[in-house]
């Protein structure tokens, strides 16, 4: 229970259908620290005191037994970790996936099952169902396309997913603070979180240097030139992790024509930027790739493919290749912005059929 | 079964008898102590006969007793009230690794208003070598300041020899006697110390209400300024009806701890010996220390504590482990890492500490919710403590 109206609501859906519930919270994150950040407000902010209150307002409510659990290191050592050294290393993570697979659904589910649950229930936008004659369980999107966290989630394994409960897969968001409204729930009418909930107003870079700062470490000086795909310089910049694929803003750079990041080289501490045409990419391979609804292919498929979470997924070719973890996705048309670190994943229609990281 | 609640070192309910003294302490003597009237008059009678009861509890003069908020006021006016006169720059304390936050943060304060602090490792019989304490001692030091006995552990503090190592090197000498009192005989004049701290709240009194013994002649600098209640040591109205229960859960427990027939200790080891006998891997920490007889730490060898203190609280038994944050999740314990358990392990420990609502059968049926938890846990995760 996040203290927002989504798990709120799963916990009354449930208790409304007589199971036995336990409400829990995730300490993530130490609010006490980088409060450079947080301009004296924590609000908006995971696992702030606010969230926890309002989570513990809503068992209350409800007289369902609660518990803040903490998962700090944890966190830290398999999401904020691997999430900074990946922005020093040219790629633009997925948080909320990297806490997905190593955190919520692993960590937190063995505590559950520690404390006697059977199943973990989130308020996450995506449908499950166990299919008899495959033996698998299947993820579809949520209904409300506009809220679906399918991308986020295709790091399940079939052993994850069969502990794991989505009651809000068949609902809009409007329909679950409506649902929020008549459990009374004090919680119906707050807004929704923002996509990063570490990162205060989504300044990831300014995360980044403060997390230095607090480590006692200067930042891996990665300062350097902005140039051209020719190699030509166009300007300076303040480090490769303030950038990612695509971005237009914050170059400070004025020619005739818009400028885009096209890649990062961390090694030459190189930015290079060109024109959206450049940006332009047919295939992509994906690497660690998970299979959800479908065993891992032997032959290509079709389907459609999502790059990052805002993009409408596009249609595709599966091929799989000589490693198994791989799968290489071809474009019937260029995509915009392909970018290293992101999440390419698997869809058939709503069928969630897989992902991988993008190398 | 009704909940059992194993957790006397948290807080106790306030008991029937401090009740019986409370109830009417709130509605019949509500005057102002500080009053000239007689409703102030019996208000100050309340307030002294309290503050008597305070002083045998302690085998002090009653005019050495200050009552305070708590045990964290206690400490914080016993630190920096000791410190700030004059000045803390430049001035030395020795503490322990072991003591609770209340007296760490004072102590860390300090140093960021120029004092330099020594804390003393303790080992892992979770008691402070009294020649360490000697040992950091230095021409500058102006207190010691030393736990009676450890909220998370119960190990008891050589405060005799302490005192008198402090008498010696004529430093102040503060305790930290929150867990102590209650629990155990005390005598400020045998221990030595100058200044020691009791809390009403963990000895069957309300919260709100504490104690700071002073000796006579101490000088403390007070943490507010206000009127000069409290012999100046402690400006605002007095909460007589927080000292009536103090006083009167005082002399409870004085008489209590008379009592030789009983065996304080007795539903404590039969705790121990049940775990032990019954879990795979359970190990007492500091098992061989000199301990307060309620108190059990408890290490549980590939057990997270944190689920295993969730399960037991689903089947109706309040346990504790580690510390609270602001949010309520449980840090790792500082204690356990003072005395040599890693992180990791310090995760797996579970503190139980009894009072006196509990008895044999609860302590049996709280040895078999243990058994199965901690079995259920192991089988799921066998090697989750050692593999992180």
């Given at each position: 229970m996040s203290g927002g109206v989504d798990s709120s609501a799963v916990a009354g859906l449930l208790q409304r259908r007589g199971e036995r519930i336990v409400g829990m919270t995730m300490q993530l994150w130490n609010q006490r620290r980088l409060p450079e950040l947080s301009g004296g407000e924590a609000t908006g902010r995971c696992c702030s005191l606010d969230d926890v209150y309002d989570a513990r307002y809503v068992a209350e409510q409800l007289q369902i037994p609660y518990y803040v659990v903490n998962f700090e290191s944890r966190f830290e050592q398999n999401v904020i970790k691997p999430f900074i050294s990946e922005y020093l290393a040219g790629r633009t993570p997925v948080p909320c996936t990297l806490c997905?697979?190593?955190?919520?659904?692993?960590?937190?589910?063995?505590?559950?099952?520690?404390i006697g649950a059977e199943r973990v229930a989130t308020g996450h936008y995506a449908r499950l169902d166990y299919n008899s004659e495959t033996g698998r369980y299947e993820m579809r999107r949520g209904v409300d396309s506009s809220k679906d966290q399918t991308y986020f989630l295709f790091g399940l394994t079939q052993e994850q997913l069969s502990r794991t409960l989505f009651p809000l897969g068949d609902l809009r968001k409007a329909e679950v603070r409506d649902l929020a409204r008549e459990l009374g729930l004090p919680v119906a009418e707050k807004p929704d979180s923002q996509e990063i909930c570490f990162v205060p107003n989504g300044d990831y870079a300014g995360f980044i240097d403060a997390y230095f700062r607090e480590q006692g470490v200067s930042p891996t000086e990665t300062v350097g030139e902005i140039v051209d795909t020719s190699g030509r310089v166009m300007g300076e910049h303040g480090g490769v992790h303030h950038f990612t694929v695509g971005q237009r803003r914050g170059l400070g750079i004025a020619t005739g024509e818009p400028l885009y990041v096209i890649a990062t080289e961390p090694a030459q501490k190189r930015v290079i930027v060109g024109r959206n045409d450049d940006l332009l990419r047919n295939s992509l391979t994906a690497c660690d790739v998970n299979w959800i609804s479908i065993p891992p292919i032997v032959t290509e498929v079709r389907a459609q493919v999502k790059i990052r979470n805002k993009h409408n997924a596009a249609e595709a070719t599966l091929y799989p290749t000589s490693d198994a973890s791989r799968t290489e996705v071809r474009f019937d048309d260029p995509q915009r912005a392909v970018t290293p670190g992101q999440a390419a994943v698997f869809y058939s229609g709503d069928l969630v059929l897989g992902g991988g990281w993008i190398q | 079964m009704h909940p059992c609640y194993f957790d006397h070192n948290a807080t106790t309910p306030v008991c029937p008898e401090v009740m019986d003294a409370l109830i009417p302490a709130l509605t019949d003597v509500f005057g102002n102590a500080s009053s000239v009237h007689h409703f102030g008059q019996l208000a100050k009678q309340k307030l002294e006969a309290a503050r008597r009861q305070v002083a045998e509890m302690l085998r002090c003069h009653p005019s050495e007793v200050a009552f305070v908020s708590g045990g964290t006021e206690a400490n914080n006016l016993a630190i920096l009230g000791s410190l700030r006169r004059g000045g803390a720059a430049g001035k030395h304390i020795v503490t322990t690794a072991i003591e609770h936050p209340a007296v760490l943060n004072p102590c860390g304060q300090l140093e960021r208003e120029g004092a330099s602090v020594t804390y003393v490792r303790v080992g892992a019989s979770g008691i402070v070598d009294p020649d360490d304490v000697r040992r950091a001692l230095r021409p500058e030091t102006v207190l010691i300041t030393v736990m009676h006995a450890n909220n998370e552990l119960g190990t008891i503090q050589p405060l005799k020899a302490i005192g008198e190592i402090a008498r010696e090197a004529e430093v102040m000498f503060h305790s930290d006697g929150v867990q102590a009192a209650g629990k155990?005989?005390?005598?400020?004049?045998?221990?030595?110390?100058?200044?020691?701290?009791?809390?009403?709240?963990?000895?069957?009194?309300?919260?709100?209400?504490?104690?700071?013994?002073?000796?006579?002649?101490?000088?403390?600098?007070?943490?507010?300024?206000?009127?000069?209640?409290?012999?100046?040591?402690?400006?605002?109205?007095?909460?007589?009806?927080?000292?009536?229960?103090?006083?009167?859960?005082?002399?409870?427990?004085?008489?209590?701890?008379?009592?030789?027939?009983?065996?304080?200790?007795?539903?404590?080891?039969?705790?121990?010996?049940?775990?032990?006998?019954?879990?795979?891997?359970?190990?007492?920490?500091?098992?061989?220390?000199?301990?307060?007889?309620?108190?059990?730490?408890?290490?549980?060898?590939?057990?997270?504590?944190?689920?295993?203190?969730?399960?037991?609280?689903?089947?109706?038994?309040?346990?504790?482990?580690?510390?609270?944050?602001?949010?309520?999740?449980?840090?790792?314990s500082h204690v356990l890492t003072a005395i040599g358990l890693s992180r990791e392990d310090a995760r797996c420990c579970l503190r139980f500490s009894l009072g006196r609502s509990n008895d044999a059968a609860q302590v049996d049926a709280l040895i078999d919710a243990v058994a199965q938890s901690v079995a259920h846990l192991q089988r799921l995760a066998p090697t989750t403590c050692l593999t992180h």
């Open positions: 997905n697979n190593f955190v919520k659904f692993d960590e937190f589910l063995d505590m559950a099952a520690g | 155990m005989p005390i005598n400020v004049n045998e221990f030595g110390v100058d200044a020691y701290s009791v809390s009403g709240h963990k000895f069957y009194a309300p919260k709100g209400v504490g104690v700071l013994y002073v000796r006579k002649g101490t000088d403390l600098e007070p943490l507010m300024l206000g009127g000069h209640h409290e012999r100046d040591r402690r400006p605002g109205t007095e909460n007589v009806p927080g000292a009536i229960a103090l006083g009167r859960a005082a002399t409870l427990a004085r008489e209590c701890l008379e009592q030789d027939s009983v065996n304080p200790g007795a539903l404590r080891d039969r705790l121990e010996n049940g775990i032990r006998h019954r879990v795979d891997g359970a190990r007492v920490n500091c098992a061989g220390s000199e301990r307060l007889p309620n108190t059990s730490n408890i290490y549980f060898e590939g057990v997270q504590g944190e689920p295993l203190l969730i399960a037991l609280d689903l089947k109706g038994f309040a346990v504790s482990s580690g510390s609270a944050c602001s949010s309520g999740a449980v840090e790792p």
